[in-house]
């Protein structure tokens, strides 16, 4: 079980979500379990996997329901 260093931005009165940094990436740690980390360790990527990457609020939903 691996602990993840956690960070949140607060601007006066203003506090933001909390987040896991996961090999330099924030991840929401509501997101985060103990095995995360395992788990990201032994993920393999496969020839025929393909990855839809976009902009938040740029209709990712919508295509994901076109295109699967």
């Known amino acids: 079980m691996a602990k993840y260093q956690?960070?949140?931005e607060r601007d006066g009165d203003w506090v933001g979500p909390q987040y896991s940094l996961v090999?330099?990436?924030?991840?929401?740690?509501?997101l985060v379990d103990p095995n995360f980390g395992e788990d990201l360790?032994?993920?393999q990527?496969?020839?025929?996997?393909?990855?839809?990457v976009s902009y938040p609020k740029?209709?990712?939903?919508?295509?994901l329901e076109y295109y699967i």
């Open 58 to 63: 740029s209709g990712v939903n919508f295509n």
């Open 6 to 8: 956690t960070v949140q």
């Open 41 to 43: 360790e032994r993920f």
């Open 45 to 52: 990527t496969r020839k025929d996997d393909v990855f839809v």
């Open 23 to 30: 090999h330099g990436v924030r991840i929401a740690s509501l």
